[in-house]
């Protein structure tokens, strides 16, 4: 049965059993990498016609982020070392992806206007949504003890998601769009 009404009265349960309030910054935390999650989903599908090996990648990243909600949904420190891991290599991963794709991208002048094409739009919200994370992790961090490198990985993968937007617009042939200001 999906329905347990465990719920019904503001609280859920964190994976060791502890009950917490559902606005609690913990909950916050890994519900919106639970967002960030499923948004990354729309991503890789605009990516597969257009790049099967970030498709591929997209979908790693979103089985370590699976990993990272979990290890956000637990108090318990003990526990927590029980549960499957980050992988050693994921941060230095996202990062040879990011020198990657950035060698091939023209050199910023400006900010990046967000957009020029669908899944570029899409990726940039994505972006956007993995800041919002990695506040909430600093927050929760502030608290509460967590794993360190969730809040690098997090830092890290909303660098690869601005250059990976900006690699969509190269590789459908797409103008970036650069933000001057006005004199108005």
Known sequence: MIYTKTGDKGFTSLVE?????KYDIRIETYGSVDELNSYLAVVA?????INMELYEYLKTIQRELFTIQTLLATKDEE???KLPQLPSQAI???EGNIDKIDGELPRLQSFVIPGGSVVSAHTHVARCICRRCERLYVKLASEQPVASEIGV??????DYLFVL????LKLEGKQEEY???SDN
Do not use: D, Q
Request: charge should be positive; include cysteine; charged fraction near 25%.
């Open 17 to 21: 059993g502890t009950r917490v309030p």
């Open 45 to 49: 599908e605009y990516a597969k016609p």
């Open 165 to 168: 937007s900006r690699f969509f």
């Open 92 to 94: 230095a991963r996202i």
């Open 179 to 181: 933000w001057h200001s």
């Open 153 to 158: 990985y997090l830092n890290r993968l909303s």
């Open 79 to 81: 526990m927590c070392k």
